[in-house]
C-alpha cells in the first residue's frame, strides 16, 4: 500500500514513499535562490515544484497509478481540531488565498493535484500547524480587539505524544501530558485527554524566545519601535518571527554553532543566551502546569535543540519537580504523516472534512 508524503519547506520539498509502514524511498529536493526568484510568492511555485516531484519519481521508477494515497503538510489555513482530513477543493482555496503565504501551505495543494490524476487514490493532511483544540479560558486576552491564536508543532508534538503512550502501554486520550517542541520556534502545549487546550503562538510572537522568534517581549516597548519611525511593518514583523530569538541575540540560528561557543568556547555571551533561553522555556513548562492542575502525567521534550544534552538537562533541573521529563529529541514529520494516512485508509481513523 504506497504511500507518497510530501513537506514543502522554504527552500526545499521532502518527499518520502512508504510501503505500509516501512520507508522505502526519501528524498530532500532542494530550490536554489535562483530557482525561486522568478516567483513572487510560494503559492505560485505550485506547478514548479509539483513538477519536480514528479520527475523525482520518473526517476525512480514510480508510477503514480500505484499509489493509494498522497499526504501533504498542512498549511496556514482556518482553525481545525486536529486530527486526519481529506483534501478538499474549500481546503485548496484557503491554501492559496491565505494571508499568511508559508511553504506549508503547497502541501494540500500539491497532494491533491497528485491525487486526482490517480483513479482510487485519496489525498490527505494531518495535524496542521493551524489546529485549534484550546478551552474557552485560554482564548481570552486582555483587549477585546485581540484573541489568542493557536499555531504550533501540531504534527509533531501529538505523533511523539502518542509515541509516549503507546510505549508506556496507555493511550494519549487517558494521559495529561506537557509537551515542548525545541525547533527554530518553541512551542509548549497542555495535551488533556488528547486535546492541546492550551499553546503558545510559536510563530507570532507567544511563549519563550527561540532560535529565530522573539516570543513574548513587552507590549509597551513594541509599540513604541512601531511608531518610532525607523521601520516598517514588515520588519517589525521580521524581528518577531525570522530574525528574533537567539539571531538577533547572537548573529546565528544554528544551535550547533551555539553549542559549540557555549562548550568549547566558554564564550559568556552564548552561555547567558543559552541559559535564558531555557530559563524561558521551563517557566513556560510550568505555566502549562498549572492549565493540568498540576495533575501532569510526563514533560516530553522533543524536537532539534532537544538532541542538546545540556539543554534537556537544566529543563529538567527546573520542571522534573512537576512531572517526569522525557527527551524524543529530533522530529519525523515524513513517518508521522505517513502513519495517519495509513491509519485513514485502514478505517482506523476517519477522515475528517474541512468545512
Same mark, same amino acid.
Given at each position: 500500500m504506497l504511500i507518497l508524503v510530501i513537506n514543502p519547506g522554504s527552500t526545499s520539498t521532502k518527499i518520502a514513499i512508504y510501503d505500509d509502514e516501512k520507508m522505502v524511498f526519501k528524498r530532500n529536493i532542494s530550490h536554489s535562490p535562483e530557482q525561486l526568484a522568478p516567483y513572487n510568492d510560494v503559492i505560485e511555485q505550485f506547478e514548479f515544484r509539483k513538477q519536480l516531484i514528479m520527475d523525482v519519481l520518473k526517476e525512480e521508477n514510480y508510477n503514480i497509478n500505484d499509489f493509494k494515497a498522497i499526504i501533504g503538510r498542512g498549511g496556514?489555513?482556518?482553525?481545525? /481540531?486536529? =486530527?486526519?482530513?481529506?483534501?478538499?477543493?474549500?481546503?485548496?482555496?484557503? #491554501? &492559496?488565498? #491565505?494571508?499568511?503565504?508559508?511553504?506549508?501551505?503547497? =502541501?494540500?495543494?500539491?497532494?491533491? #493535484?497528485?491525487?486526482?490524476e490517480v483513479p482510487g487514490c485519496r489525498s490527505f493532511i494531518a495535524d496542521p500547524v493551524v489546529v485549534d483544540e484550546l478551552n474557552d479560558l485560554a482564548r481570552v486576552c486582555g483587549s477585546p480587539l485581540i484573541k489568542r491564536h493557536s499555531i504550533w508543532h501540531a504534527l509533531n508534538q501529538k505523533a511523539i505524544a502518542r509515541r509516549y503512550a503507546r510505549e508506556n502501554g496507555k493511550r494519549y486520550e487517558d494521559l495529561n501530558l506537557i509537551v515542548c517542541h525545541l525547533g527554530g520556534g518553541i512551542s509548549v502545549a497542555s495535551h488533556e485527554k488528547g486535546m492541546a487546550v492550551d499553546v503558545n503562538n510559536a510563530l507570532d510572537g507567544e511563549?519563550?524566545?527561540? /532560535?529565530? &522568534? @522573539?516570543? %513574548?517581549?513587552p507590549a509597551a516597548d513594541l509599540v513604541k519601535l512601531c511608531f518610532s519611525g525607523q521601520y516598517?511593518?514588515?520588519?517589525?514583523i521580521k524581528?518577531?518571527?525570522g530574525k =528574533? =530569538?537567539? %539571531? @538577533?541575540?547572537?548573529?546565528i540560528n544554528d544551535m550547533r554553532e551555539l553549542e559549540r561557543l557555549v562548550a568549547e568556547e566558554h564564550d559568556p555571551k552564548a552561555t547567558l543566551v543559552t541559559d535564558a533561553m531555557i530559563y524561558?522555556?521551563?517557566? *513556560?513548562? @510550568?505555566s502549562q502546569s498549572a492549565v493540568l492542575c498540576g495533575k501532569v502525567d510526563a514533560i516530553i521534550l522533543t524536537g532539534g535543540i532537544a538532541y542538546w544534552k545540556y539543554v534537556v538537562e537544566e529543563i529538567t533541573r527546573r520542571v522534573g519537580f512537576i512531572a517526569?521529563?522525557?527527551?524524543?529529541p529530533g522530529e519525523d514529520e515524513m513517518q508521522a504523516l505517513a502513519f495517519n494516512a495509513l491509519s485513514a485508509i485502514r478505517?482506523?481513523? *476517519?477522515?475528517k472534512q474541512y468545512k
Open positions: 496556514l489555513t482556518k482553525p481545525i /481540531p486536529g =486530527g486526519v482530513y481529506e483534501v478538499n477543493d474549500l481546503m485548496v482555496n484557503d #491554501a &492559496r488565498n #491565505a494571508v499568511q503565504k508559508h511553504a506549508s501551505n503547497l =502541501g494540500c495543494i500539491i497532494a491533491k #493535484a497528485i491525487a486526482d511563549g519563550p524566545f527561540s /532560535p529565530e &522568534r @522573539a516570543g %513574548t517581549i516598517t511593518q514588515q520588519q517589525v524581528m518577531l518571527n =528574533g =530569538g537567539v %539571531t @538577533a541575540l547572537m548573529g524561558h522555556v521551563s517557566k *513556560e513548562i @510550568a517526569p521529563v522525557v527527551a524524543y478505517g482506523e481513523v *476517519e477522515a
